[in-house]
């Protein structure tokens, strides 16, 4: 079946198979899951690892069958711990779309140090020295990259922790977070990694695409941006006091539609605009689109 792209300005419907009598026609999906937060830190000069960006999946071509009600979930992104490394909580939650025989879903991010997830995320100078894996799912093209490498983990060092994985690159040896992707879909680059921090001294940057910044010195990670699946920045404590890791970004689900084929079946208040032939509809949180 040709993708949807080529119909123009043409209604979809009626072409290739049916399911249950219902037409299928095809869209466009961009779907991103939720970033996984930054490390905690506690213990003196410690300089703790990004938080790996949400998983992140694009299709041309997302098959839906006409009368079937499809629901999308967007994914949260992981709440930023306090002192040391976070728990499985800290990872980001998976994004999808899901219906009749659809699935298509993006795995949530992983939080620093180390935890595997949708995109990886850093190692920390301290609590772990290498990064997660990327892309658990085993998807092709793959949703995510493995986060960095911790320059030094040895406690009372200067070391700079690693940045977080992002949909783009991978996460940064010496602290930026990984950049992310801009889709075919907008012109929005999302899930970018988390910037890893440095106890004394300068953090990093978190990965274009929403990650955010590391801390320097003896502060909080930064908060990833909301609905950018970006991964949360690491904390560092340059002194024995506690420290938060940034939050996870939450995810986003964006369907572009040929006008001639938008249903106004729709729950969860998505913003909906048209733009040319195409109708976007933009989950920021859970809902429904009915074909």
Same mark, same amino acid.
């Given at each position: 079946m040709p993708i949807l792209g080529s119909f123009g300005a043409g209604s979809a419907r009626g072409f290739g198979e049916t399911s249950g009598g219902a037409a299928k026609y095809e869209i466009e999906a961009l779907v991103v899951a939720g970033g996984g937060a930054g490390t905690g830190s506690i213990e003196n000069s410690i300089s703790a690892g990004g938080g790996g960006?949400?998983?992140?999946?694009y299709t041309a071509a997302l098959e839906l069958a006409g009368g079937t009600e499809?629901?999308?979930?967007?994914?949260?992104?992981? @709440?930023? @711990?306090?002192?040391? @490394?976070? !728990?499985?909580?800290?990872?980001?939650?998976?994004? &999808?779309v899901i219906g009749g025989d659809v699935s298509y879903s993006a795995s949530g991010g992983g939080h620093g140090p180390g935890g595997?997830?949708? $995109?990886?995320?850093?190692?920390?100078?301290?609590?772990? !020295? &290498?990064g997660g894996s990327g892309n658990v799912g085993g998807y092709s093209p793959s949703e995510g990259n493995n986060g960095g490498t911790a320059a030094s983990y040895a !406690?009372?060092?200067?070391?700079?922790a690693g940045g977080g994985g992002g949909a783009g690159a991978v996460g940064g040896?010496?602290?930026?977070?990984?950049?992310?992707?801009?889709?075919?879909?907008?012109?929005?680059q999302r899930a970018g990694g988390g910037g890893g921090a440095q106890a004394f001294g300068s953090g990093g940057s978190g990965g274009a695409g929403g990650g955010g910044n590391?801390? &320097?010195?003896?502060?909080?990670?930064?908060?990833?941006?909301?609905?950018?699946?970006?991964?949360?920045?690491? $904390?560092g404590s340059s002194f024995s006091m506690q420290r938060t890791g940034g939050n996870g970004g939450a995810g986003i689900v964006t369907l572009k539609i040929l006008?001639?084929?938008?249903?106004?079946?729709?729950?969860?208040s @998505?913003?909906?605009?048209?733009?040319?032939?195409?109708?976007?509809?933009?989950?920021?949180?859970t809902g429904s689109y009915t074909a």
């Open positions: 960006a949400g998983g992140y999946r499809y629901t999308v979930t967007v994914g949260g992104g992981g @709440p930023g @711990p306090t002192g040391g @490394p976070g !728990p499985a909580a800290a990872k980001g939650t998976n994004s &999808s595997a997830g949708g $995109s990886g995320s850093g190692g920390s100078s301290y609590y772990g !020295p &290498s !406690p009372g060092s200067t070391g700079r040896n010496s602290m930026a977070g990984g950049a992310g992707t801009t889709s075919a879909i907008d012109s929005t590391g801390a &320097s010195g003896n502060a909080n990670g930064t908060a990833a941006q909301a609905n950018f699946g970006g991964g949360g920045g690491g $904390s006008t001639a084929d938008y249903s106004t079946t729709v729950t969860g @998505p913003n909906v605009s048209v733009v040319g032939d195409y109708t976007y509809v933009q989950y920021t949180g």
